[in-house]
């Protein structure tokens, strides 16, 4: 038998959900939409997203197919051009400093500059807040 390296399964189920995360933000999906599309709850989303949880090959499948990738893509096997909108790793960033500020008001404020430097109303803000605070890593709303 060769000695060969195998892959640390928690590391790959980390992967898994951070590139399952990083694709629903891209996409503009809440984790309540994608739970919504899946037929489960935002919290088993949250635990897949962070690798708490094992996506099962069946429930991968079913991610892939709402998120228009091939199963594949979670692993990093096949590269798709991912967004006209700019840089991914941009907005992975700003959405996971933008998470860890805990002022509520300092997050208001943000937002609305956020809103105002690309043009958008406060009306069409008010589709896009969150009925309550993100916590605990919860992207909810903050992406659409």
């Not at 038998?1 to 694709?23: H, I, W, Y």
């Amino acid at each position: 038998m060769t000695n060969r390296k195998l892959s640390d399964a928690n590391t790959v189920d980390r992967q898994v959900g951070e590139r399952m995360r990083r694709r629903r933000i891209l996409l503009g999906l809440t984790q309540d939409q994608l739970a919504d599309a899946l037929g489960i709850s935002y919290q088993q989303i949250q635990k897949y997203e962070t690798g708490a949880n094992r996506v099962s090959a069946g429930r991968l499948a079913q991610i892939a197919e709402v998120m228009e990738v091939q199963p594949g893509w979670f692993f990093g096997a096949t590269e798709k051009v991912e967004s006209a909108a700019g840089s991914s790793r941009a907005v992975i960033d700003l959405v996971r400093n933008f998470s860890r500020i805990e002022d509520e008001r300092i997050r208001t404020h943000l937002m609305a500059l956020v809103r105002s430097l690309a043009g958008r109303s406060d009306e069409d803000a008010d589709a896009l807040t969150p009925a309550e605070p993100a916590a605990n890593g919860d992207q909810r709303g903050l992406m659409g």
